[in-house]
C-alpha cells in the first residue's frame, strides 16, 4: 500500500505559527498585570488589586463559561444566563442565613459546611431551573436567534420579578461567614481571605473543566459538537442530550457564581444578574463564542482591567472594559480563541 | 439474493422551498458497492443527507435492514449501522486525529484490532495520531474521515466524493481501503465523479437526474456501454 | 395623495384602518377632546413612543437586528436638547442645536457600534449593544457634574411653549402654550413616522427586508449586507434620538430613569412585538396600547392586590410592582403564539 505523499514539512511549519498564534492570548494577562504595576506605582496595593482582579475575573468566568458552551453547541445565545446568577445568590444567602449559627462561629470547619451546602442547594435549584428554562423558554425557538433574544430576555424578566414575590423587592445584606472575613497581609499588603478563595475555587473549577472537556468522552462530544453539531450526531451520538446537560451544568455553574458573587458583594438584589450579563458577554465575546479557555482568559483580563482602572479613575472602570473589548475585536473580530466552525 | 441492504421508495426532499428529491427509488444490495452517479447538481449529496437524516424527507420510504427509518433522528440511524463520509469531511479540526478517531465509536472505545488494521489501510493517520486534525493535508483528513467512519463496525457506509481533489497516489491508497472494507462484507453506497474509480469498485451503478434516479444496474454494463453513458449523464465517462 | 403620503404602504385591513384612524383622530384633537393634564401627557407620550418604536422596527422588523441600545439613542436626543437648553439658555435655538448634535451623537455612535460588531455576526451586536449601552447608563450617572446624575436635569424651555404662555380660548379649550407644545410632538412626531414608512418602502427597505430573509443570498446576489444593516442602524438612531429630543422639550427634564434605563428598552420590545414586528403601524398600535395599560392599568392591579389581600401570594402576584413580571409573561407568549402581533393578525384575520 502506498502512502500519502508527505506534507511534513509544512505541517511543523504551520503547527508552529499555530501554537504561537494561541499563546499570545495567554500571555496577554501577564501583560496586563505588568502594565498594571507599571501604572500603579506603589507594589503593595497593586497586590491588593491584582488579587481582587482575579478573584472577579474567576466569578465572571464560573458565569461566562455555561453561556459560552451553550452557544458553542447549539447556536443557542441565552440571554436570561443572568436570571440563574440572581437565583442562585438569593437561594445561597437563604441557606447562609438560615444556618446563622454556624457561619457566626469562628470555626472553619462549621462556616465552610455552611457555605458549603450553600452552594449545593444553590445550584441544585439553578440546575432544576436551567432545566425547566431550556425546555419551555428555549427549546421551542432552536434555530432562531431573534426570536431567541427576545424569548430569553422575557424569561429573565419574569425571574427577576418572582425572586421579588417569593424575597420581597429589597436588596439583602449579608456578612461573611466569620472565618472568610478580613485580611492576611502579605508583603505589606492586605489581601482579602475571600478573594483568595475565590482564586482558588475558579482556578480548580477551571482545571476540573478542562480535564472533563480534554479527557473524557463527553469532553469530546462537547468540544467536537462545538465545532460540527451534525457531523457528531451522524456519529451516533443524540447532540440534543449533551446539549440539555451542558445547559443544566451551565446554569448551576452561573447559580454558583451568584453565591460567590453576593458575599464577595456582601449585598443581593434581583437585578444582580441582569448587570453582571454585560460582562458576562464581554467575556464571551473577547474569549470566542463557544471557547472555555477563550472565556477564562477574557474574564482575568476583564477583572484585572476593571480593578486597575477602578483604582486609577474610578468613573471609567465599565468603560475600560469596553475599550478592552473593541481593542481585542479590532485584533481578532471572532474573539482571542476562535471556535473553528465548519458550515 | 437477498432483500437489499437499504432501499428508498419514491422518496422526496425539500430544501427551503427548492424541491430537490424528486422521488428517488434506490436500492442498495448487500454486501456491494454501490455507485450514485450522475450531473453535478441532481441530487446525489441531498440523497445521502436524506438517507442520513440530516434532511427530513417530505414523503416516501427509507427501509434500512427492513426497518423504516424514514423518521429516525440521525443519531439513531448511526447507531442502527449506517456510517457517513460526508462530502465536507466533517473533520473536527481542533481534536486530534485519535480523539476524532475515538469520536467514530459511539459504543465503546476503539477496539485494539481495529486500530491496526486501519492504520495499515492508512499509515498517515499513525503518523500523525497525535496531531490536531486541522494540520492535517487534504487527502489525510479525507483517509481520517473514512476511517473514522469505520472505527466501528458498520453495515452500510455512505461515502460522499472520497477522492475530490486528490493526488492519484492517495485515490488509489483510498480504492484499496474501500475494498478491503467490501471484503469484510460492508455494504457501501458511493457517490464518485471520477469514472475510473467508480469502474474499479463499482458492483452496481444508479444513475440520477434531476432529482430521480433514471438508470440502475450492473456497473460493469454502464462502463462498456459509452451510448449509454453519453445518453444517461450528458457526456461519456471514458473522456475523463 | 393619502396614499402618497404612506408611501403606497396602505394598513390593508378595516379594523386596522379604522383603529389607526381613531388612534389620529383622538391624538390631533387630544387637547379639545380630552380635559385636564394627564391624557395629555398621554397622548404626548404615546406620539412620542410611536415615532421611537417605529424606528425601532425599522431596525428589528425590516432589518432582523435586535438592538439594546436604543435607548441610549433615545437618551442621547434628549440629553442633547437638556444640556443646550441648560447652557444656552431657554430658547429655540437651543433646541435646535441640542437635536441635531444629540442626533449626530447617535448617528457617530451608530456607526461604530455597527462597523464593528456586524461585520462579523449580527448576534454580537445584540450583546454589544447591552454592553455599550449600559456603559452609558453608568457614565451619565457617574459624571454627574454634567448630567446631573441620578437626578437628571430640568430646564427652561422657550416661554412660548410652557402653560405660562396664554392666548386665549378656542373651542372652549384655553389655549395654552403647553397646547403649542403639544401640536409641536404631534407634527413632528407624525413627519417622522411618515418619513420612516417611506423609508421601509423604498428600494432600500425591499433590500434591508431581503437581508432579513437570508443575508447569505442577498451577499451573492452582490448587496453589500454589512453597508445595509448599518445604514439602517444609524437611520433608527437618529430617530430614536429625535424622539428623545422631542420628550425632553416635553417634559423639561430629563433623568438616567426616563430615557436611558433598560425597563424603557423593554417596553420598546413589548411595544414593537405586540403590535407587529416589520409593519410600522405595529409601533402605532403596541405604543398606542402600552401606554395607555401603563397609566391606568396599574391602578387597576393595585386596586385588584388590595382585594385580595386575604389570599396568600395572589396579593404580591397583582402588587402593581410586578407590573414588568406580566409584560414578561405577555412578552414571551406573543413571541411564541403570536409573532405578527396585533397588526399581522388583523390582516391575516381579511384574507382569510
Redesign the interface.
Known amino acids: 500500500?502506498?502512502?500519502?505523499?508527505?506534507?511534513k514539512p509544512t505541517?511543523a511549519q504551520?503547527?508552529l505559527i499555530?501554537q504561537l498564534d494561541k499563546a499570545l492570548p495567554i500571555l496577554l494577562v501577564p501583560i496586563l498585570v505588568v502594565l498594571g504595576f507599571l501604572a500603579i506605582g506603589a507594589p503593595s496595593s497593586w497586590l491588593t488589586l491584582t488579587v481582587s482582579g482575579l478573584a472577579m475575573g474567576m466569578m465572571i468566568f464560573i458565569m461566562a463559561s455555561g453561556l459560552t458552551l451553550v452557544f458553542g453547541l447549539m447556536d443557542v445565545?441565552n440571554?436570561g444566563h443572568g436570571a440563574f446568577v440572581s437565583v442562585g445568590a438569593f437561594v445561597g444567602i437563604s441557606v447562609l442565613i438560615a444556618l446563622g449559627e454556624w457561619t457566626g462561629t469562628a470555626s472553619l470547619l462549621l462556616n465552610i459546611s455552611a457555605v458549603f451546602l450553600a452552594v449545593v442547594a444553590a445550584m441544585a435549584v439553578t440546575g432544576v431551573m436551567g432545566w425547566g428554562f431550556e425546555r419551555v423558554?428555549v427549546k421551542?425557538?432552536y434555530g432562531a436567534?431573534?426570536?431567541q433574544?427576545?424569548?430569553t430576555?422575557?424569561?429573565?424578566?419574569?425571574v427577576e420579578?418572582?425572586i421579588?414575590?417569593v424575597w420581597g423587592?429589597d436588596e439583602i445584606f449579608i456578612s461573611r461567614p466569620e472565618t472568610l472575613k478580613g485580611a492576611i497581609t502579605f508583603a505589606g499588603a492586605a489581601v482579602e481571605k475571600y478573594r483568595l478563595l475565590a482564586v482558588g475555587v475558579g482556578l480548580v473549577l477551571f482545571l476540573a473543566m478542562r480535564m472533563v472537556l480534554r479527557r473524557t468522552?463527553i469532553g469530546?462530544?462537547v468540544?467536537?459538537g462545538v465545532?460540527?453539531g451534525?457531523?457528531?450526531?451522524?456519529?451516533?451520538?443524540?447532540?440534543r442530550m449533551v446539549f440539555i446537560g451542558v445547559f443544566v451544568a451551565g446554569s448551576a455553574l452561573a447559580g454558583l457564581g451568584g453565591v460567590m458573587w453576593g458575599l464577595y458583594q456582601e449585598v443581593i438584589t434581583a437585578g444582580m444578574g441582569?448587570?453582571m450579563?454585560?460582562l458576562v458577554?464581554?467575556v464571551?465575546?473577547i474569549g470566542g463564542l463557544g471557547s472555555v479557555e477563550g472565556a477564562f482568559i477574557g474574564a482575568l483580563l476583564v477583572g484585572l482591567m476593571q480593578n486597575y482602572v477602578a483604582f486609577l479613575e474610578p468613573?471609567l472602570a465599565?468603560?475600560s472594559?469596553?475599550a478592552l473589548?473593541?481593542a481585542i475585536?479590532m485584533w481578532r473580530?471572532?474573539g482571542m480563541l476562535p471556535?473553528?466552525k465548519?458550515k | 439474493m437477498s432483500d437489499p441492504i437499504l432501499s428508498l421508495n419514491a422518496v422526496h426532499t425539500d430544501i427551503a422551498q427548492y424541491h430537490i428529491l424528486q422521488g428517488v427509488d434506490l436500492a442498495v444490495p448487500r454486501g456491494q458497492v454501490t455507485m450514485l452517479l450522475g450531473r453535478n447538481g441532481v441530487g446525489k449529496t441531498t440523497t445521502l443527507k436524506t438517507i442520513m437524516g440530516q434532511w427530513t424527507a417530505k414523503s416516501g420510504e427509507i427501509l434500512f435492514d427492513g426497518q423504516d427509518i424514514t423518521r429516525m433522528p440521525v443519531s439513531a440511524r448511526a447507531r442502527a449501522g449506517i456510517g457517513f463520509v460526508p462530502e465536507d469531511m466533517g473533520i473536527f479540526h481542533d481534536l486530534t486525529v485519535e480523539e476524532n478517531m475515538m469520536l467514530g465509536c459511539a459504543s465503546g472505545p476503539l477496539d485494539p484490532n481495529r486500530k491496526a488494521w486501519l492504520l495499515g489501510a492508512f499509515p498517515a493517520l499513525g503518523t500523525f495520531w497525535h496531531s490536531e486534525a486541522g494540520n492535517l493535508s487534504g487527502g489525510q483528513k479525507q483517509m481520517l474521515s473514512i476511517a473514522r467512519a469505520m472505527a466501528e463496525d458498520r453495515e452500510l457506509y455512505l461515502i460522499d466524493e472520497p477522492t475530490k481533489g486528490l493526488a492519484p497516489a492517495i485515490v488509489s491508497t483510498m480504492a484499496q481501503a474501500l475494498r478491503e472494507l467490501k471484503a469484510q462484507g460492508a455494504s457501501i453506497l458511493l457517490v464518485e465523479q471520477n469514472f475510473s474509480v467508480a469502474k474499479a469498485l463499482g458492483d452496481t451503478a444508479a444513475v440520477m437526474d434531476d432529482g430521480r434516479v433514471i438508470w440502475s444496474g450492473a456497473m460493469a454494463e454502464l462502463a462498456e456501454n459509452n451510448d449509454l453513458q453519453e445518453r444517461l449523464m450528458g457526456l461519456s465517462m471514458e473522456a475523463h | 395623495m393619502i396614499v402618497k403620503l404612506l408611501s403606497g404602504d396602505q394598513p390593508r385591513s378595516k379594523v386596522l384602518t379604522t383603529l389607526l384612524l381613531l388612534i389620529l383622530i383622538c391624538l390631533a384633537g387630544a387637547p379639545f377632546i380630552f380635559d385636564g393634564v394627564r391624557p395629555l401627557d398621554t397622548a404626548a407620550r404615546i406620539c412620542i413612543f410611536i415615532v421611537l418604536v417605529a424606528s425601532y422596527d425599522l431596525l428589528l422588523g425590516y432589518g432582523g437586528i435586535v438592538s439594546f441600545a436604543h435607548t441610549m439613542f433615545f437618551g442621547l436626543g434628549a440629553y442633547g436638547v437638556a444640556l443646550a437648553s441648560t447652557h444656552m439658555g431657554r430658547g429655540f435655538d437651543a433646541l435646535l442645536v441640542g437635536t441635531i448634535s444629540g442626533a449626530i451623537a447617535a448617528v457617530v455612535l451608530a456607526l461604530l457600534i455597527g462597523l464593528f460588531s456586524l461585520r462579523v455576526r449580527a448576534i454580537f451586536f445584540a450583546m454589544i449593544t447591552l454592553a455599550v449601552a449600559s456603559a452609558v447608563a453608568v457614565l451619565v450617572s457617574q459624571f454627574s457634574g454634567i448630567t446631573g446624575g441620578e437626578d437628571g436635569l430640568t430646564y427652561k424651555i422657550p416661554r412660548v411653549l410652557t402653560s405660562a404662555n396664554r392666548m386665549g380660548e378656542f373651542l372652549g379649550t384655553r389655549i395654552s402654550g403647553k397646547i403649542l407644545n403639544y401640536y409641536l410632538v404631534f407634527t413632528a412626531s407624525l413627519i417622522l413616522f411618515l418619513l420612516l414608512l417611506r423609508i421601509v418602502n423604498s428600494p432600500f427597505g425591499r433590500v434591508l427586508q431581503a437581508i432579513r430573509e437570508n443575508d447569505f443570498r442577498a451577499e451573492a446576489i452582490g448587496y453589500r449586507v454589512v453597508w445595509y444593516r448599518t445604514v439602517a442602524t444609524c437611520l433608527s438612531a437618529a430617530t430614536a434620538a429625535v424622539a428623545g429630543s422631542l420628550f425632553a422639550i416635553w417634559l423639561r427634564y430629563v433623568g438616567p430613569d426616563t430615557t436611558l434605563s433598560f425597563e424603557i428598552m423593554l417596553d420598546i420590545l413589548l411595544m414593537v412585538v405586540i403590535g407587529g414586528m416589520g409593519t410600522m403601524y405595529g409601533a402605532v398600535i403596541g405604543a398606542t396600547l402600552f401606554v395607555l395599560a401603563q397609566t391606568y392599568l396599574q391602578n387597576f392591579m393595585g386596586s385588584a392586590s388590595e382585594a385580595t389581600a386575604a389570599l396568600p401570594l395572589i396579593p404580591d402576584l397583582l402588587d402593581p410592582d410586578r407590573w414588568l413580571m406580566w409584560l414578561g409573561i405577555l412578552f414571551i407568549l406573543s413571541v411564541y403564539f403570536f409573532p405578527t402581533g396585533i397588526v399581522g393578525r388583523l390582516r391575516q384575520g381579511r384574507s382569510s
Open positions: 500500500m502506498t502512502a500519502a505523499p508527505d506534507h505541517f504551520i503547527s499555530e445565545i440571554f423558554i421551542p425557538v436567534h431573534l426570536k433574544i427576545l424569548v430576555v422575557g424569561g429573565l424578566i419574569v420579578q418572582l421579588h414575590v423587592p468522552k469530546l462530544i468540544r467536537a465545532e460540527n451534525p457531523m457528531v450526531e451522524a456519529l451516533g451520538y443524540r447532540l441582569e448587570k450579563m454585560v458577554f464581554i464571551a465575546i468613573k465599565l468603560v472594559n469596553i473589548m473593541t475585536l473580530p471572532q471556535v473553528v465548519a
